[in-house]
């Protein structure tokens, strides 16, 4: 009996740890949240936007790196029920609104007057459950980002890739042109340190011009 018991436990434990491993992987990111506040109102004053969605505070990092690098306006996709700041309960959310397609209702926005001064919109996300955060579609099918180039960056704890969040821009954005291949991927352990590497990438695209 006492052995039962023993491998019972063990079993439990293991799942626990296998547990403990998996959903950092599948949701990336630190394990609190940041604020839900959203930045400054932009008013079309360059014709670069760098829009984000941050839940750790990477994205948040990464996307204030790009815009001083770029001179682009700076704007958050701030969903009206914010996320909280338990990483569990988040977790559990984006899971529950990937699989039923749920759009959450965003509190900020950007009128079509605005967005229309934009060619080029620098868009970051954390990759979560494998795909494209669920407030970003939210995002992507309020404005109508026909003709702009979005160039999207991105946070990991494994999916380094980008998993299927890509194609998804992609899907949701068809008459942009959306570099895929000229996405910048970094782990979210290694966020705080890349500051000259993301603000490299991001001046790369203004050679161009």
């Not at 959450?104 to 979560?128: C, Q, R």
């Not at 702009?148 to 980008?162: A, L, M, Q, V």
């Not at 570099?179 to 695209?205: L, M």
């Amino acid at each position: 009996m006492k052995k039962k018991v023993i491998i019972i436990i063990c079993i439990v434990v293991v799942v626990i740890i296998a547990a403990a491993l998996i959903v950092p992987r599948i949701l990336g990111g630190a394990h609190v949240g940041i604020d839900n506040n959203p930045e400054a109102e932009v008013k079309g004053e360059s014709n670069i936007l760098v829009v984000y969605f941050s839940w750790s505070g990477n994205l948040q990092q990464m996307a204030r790196w790009t815009a001083e690098e770029t001179g682009g306006d700076l704007f958050r996709i701030v969903p009206a029920e914010s996320y909280g700041e338990d990483y569990g309960a988040c977790a559990d959310r984006a899971k529950n609104e990937l699989d039923n397609g749920i759009r959450p209702e965003l509190s900020s926005h950007i009128d079509a007057e605005t967005m229309e001064k934009y060619d080029t919109v620098y868009l970051g996300f954390p990759v979560w459950w494998y795909d494209l955060p669920m407030p970003v579609w939210s995002f992507l099918e309020e404005y109508d980002l026909s003709g702009k180039t979005i160039i999207p960056f991105f946070s990991h704890n494994g999916s380094e890739d980008g998993a299927n969040s890509l194609n998804r821009v992609k899907e949701l954005a068809p008459d942009s042109t959306v570099r895929t291949e000229d996405a910048i991927s970094i782990r979210d352990a290694s966020v705080e340190s890349s500051e000259k590497e993301v603000k490299e990438w991001a001046a790369g695209f203004l050679k161009e011009n």
